[in-house]
């Protein structure tokens, strides 16, 4: 296996709901483990079952993660974002439209001054998305 970096996100309890609504838009699998299934349960409250202690979507080349266990001080911000560099101008339009259902676009997929197809969104789960699409 090569060396590579992979999102790891965290959601206050929203775990499950944000990775389906990744893999709808997506494609892939999607597994997901709740704090239940783990063997970690029997150390954690009982009331934290249903939460989501490890998910996982492989796509291709794309691995995105997630987790309900951050707690109660988890704050979405801006110093992350996701880039999505997709292979085909089919690919990165579905991919923007999906993702943008119940977000905020912020910069509308448009031919950029270095030649790609670019466009940024917020998903409606706070997470922060550039899309890229090269056809070199």
């Given at each position: 296996m090569k060396t590579q970096i992979n999102a790891y996100l965290n959601f206050n309890g929203r775990c499950r709901e944000a990775m389906?609504?990744?893999?709808?838009?997506?494609?892939g699998d999607l597994l997901l483990q709740?704090?239940?299934?783990?063997?970690?349960?029997?150390?954690?409250?009982?009331?934290?079952?249903?939460?989501?202690l490890h998910g996982m979507l492989?796509?291709?080349?794309?691995v995105l993660m997630g987790s309900d266990m951050m707690g109660a001080g988890?704050?979405?911000?801006?110093?992350?974002?996701?880039?999505?560099?997709?292979?085909?101008d089919e690919e990165i339009n579905a991919f923007f439209d999906k993702l943008s259902t119940g977000g905020k676009v912020r910069t509308p997929l448009h031919q950029s001054f270095w030649g790609s197809l670019y466009g940024e969104l917020t998903d409606k789960f706070g997470m922060n998305w550039m899309f890229n699409y090269s056809k070199n």
């Open positions: 389906t609504f990744y893999h709808d838009c997506l494609g709740k704090v239940s299934e783990s063997p970690m349960a029997a150390q954690m409250p009982s009331e934290e079952g249903a939460k989501i492989t796509h291709d080349n794309i988890l704050v979405n911000g801006n110093a992350v974002t996701l880039c999505l560099n997709c292979g085909s």
